[in-house]
């Protein structure tokens, strides 16, 4: 049969994506395997020794440019077929550049894969595959996506075995794992409502698993690698109050693993909190992204009362539950005092840990139209313009350097409100990278959050650490 070599740059978090794709052809017969780059300095000979039939990578918006790079060299020194998917090429598929790309993937890849490298191994027309662009001598062929996947219990188990030859990734105490897929929230910085237009008339965009297949994915793991927490990646864990009972029952009784995940604040109330805890839910992340409801919910559109954010914290805090919260700075139109706002509805609700950056402002997002209706992005602003810059404000403000400085400062204000006067004055002064050195204070707050207790956790700290002295530096 055939083999398919996925190249990524580092191994922090294994890419469920491509664990399902892999999954999905080793079932196929197809040998799979993953090189991770920040491993391997010398890739290219292991590409060249692998000699595979394919070439994937699937990243995000902020790894293009290392993805492009990394496929540009890898094709010079190989001239294998190469295919790009994942976030990033499914929402901006026009940014991709075809002098050393074989074939982009627009949606999701588990089929559309399978036919590939089937046609690929028996020599058959491979330009007629739903979800692909393809190039074709000087000629792009644009096929229509496919319907999304319903069933996920018809799918083989996730293929883990890429990552976990990893020994400090098979030996991290945490999995990655996801009970659903999409969100039907519109909130106008994310690229969920992107997806949801993109794919209407293809089936629902925001699925459930059943029960039994996340704990039958849940006990893979646990039957076979060291798992001493799981983390659920869903951007919407709680989304169906029934659900959520039927699975913590489940879980409760065949798994008994602390967990964590990702909720939304006004989804969850004392019932369900308490059924979680019971079921050994270690912590909960949720975003507010605002204090201020002019910005949250009439820019962002997060549709999220004030009232609902503080009483349901305190509802998690009753019941012991950690609690991560999520906000964002440099908003257009936000105003300094609107900032500190989103200060000090952290600090009414004391989280165990507060995170805030920088908005990024994704091409195609509504927050980035807004932007660009009011000057606050240039009109030609797209992916072809687009420059992530970390830390850094985009939107044009004149406050920039204050949001800067407080998304460094926020974290140790809210812990402590009463040196917020002085972080009033500090933000003010013209030195972001020192106080952007603050945020390895985060690097080690993940690691108590996820009881990151071993040489594999130390290890994955080591690799956050060094990530942000990267950002702060460069």
């Known amino acids: 049969m055939g083999s398919l070599l996925f190249i990524q740059d580092n191994g922090v978090n294994e890419n469920i994506g491509v664990m399902s794709i892999a999954g999905m052809l080793k079932a196929e017969g197809h040998d799979i395997d993953l090189i991770l780059t920040d491993e391997h300095p010398d890739y290219l000979e292991l590409v060249k020794k692998y000699n595979p039939d394919l070439i994937g990578f699937s990243f995000m918006t902020g790894n293009r440019k290392w993805a492009f790079s990394t496929a540009k060299r890898i094709k010079e020194h190989t001239n294998k077929p190469i295919i790009f998917g994942g976030v990033h090429p499914t929402l901006f598929p026009e940014d991709i550049d075809f002098s050393y790309v074989d074939y982009v993937c627009v949606g999701e890849g588990e089929h559309s894969a399978c036919e ?19 190039k074709a001598g000087n000629e792009i062929i644009k096929n229509p996506v496919r319907d999304l996947i319903q069933d996920f219990d018809a799918l083989p188990l996730p293929y883990r075995e890429i990552y976990y030859k990893y020994a400090f990734i098979r030996d991290l105490p945490i999995k990655r794992f996801i009970s659903g897929i999409g969100c039907p929230y519109q909130c106008t910085f994310c690229h969920n409502p992107l997806h949801i237009k993109m794919f209407k008339g293809h089936g629902k965009f925001v699925r459930k698993k059943s029960v039994a297949r996340v704990i039958a994915e849940i006990k893979e793991v646990k039957n076979n690698y060291v798992l001493k927490r799981v983390h659920f990646s869903d951007d919407l864990f709680v989304l169906s109050k029934k659900w959520v009972a039927e699975f913590l029952e489940s879980y409760r009784h065949e798994i008994a693993i602390p967990f964590s995940c990702n909720i939304r604040i006004d989804r969850v109330d004392e019932e369900m909190i308490r059924d979680m805890y019971e079921s050994k839910c270690w912590g909960v992340s949720f975003g507010i992204e605002s204090g201020s409801d002019r910005i949250r ?3 962002l559109k997060k549709k999220l009362k004030e009232e609902d954010i503080i009483n349901n914290s305190r509802i998690i805090k009753k019941y012991g539950i950690k609690l991560i919260i999520t906000n964002l700075m440099g908003l257009p139109d936000e105003t300094l005092e609107e900032a500190f706002q989103t200060v ?26 807004y932007a660009i209706e009011r000057g606050l992005l240039p009109n030609d602003f797209s992916i072809h313009t687009f420059d992530q810059v970390m830390r850094t404000a985009l939107i044009k403000s004149p406050y920039s350097r204050e949001f800067e400085n407080l998304c460094a400062l ?15 004055k500090l933000v003010k002064l013209p030195f972001p990278r020192v106080f952007s050195i603050l ?3 985060e690097a080690f707050e993940n690691m108590l959050y996820h009881q990151l207790f071993n040489v594999a956790g130390f290890r994955y700290t080591y690799h956050i650490v060094r990530n942000v002295i990267r950002d702060v530096w460069n």
């Open 410 to 424: 926020f974290n140790l204000t809210v812990k402590f409100p009463i040196i917020t006067p002085l972080t009033r």
């Open 116 to 134: 590939l490298l089937n046609g690929i191994v028996n020599g058959t027309d491979c330009t007629q595959i739903k979800n692909l662009w393809v």
């Open 297 to 299: 919910n009439g820019i």
């Open 344 to 369: 000090e509805i952290n600090q009414k609700i004391q989280a165990d840990y507060i995170r805030a950056n920088v908005l990024v402002p994704y091409p195609k997002t509504g927050v980035v139209d």
């Open 439 to 441: 945020r390895l204070w």
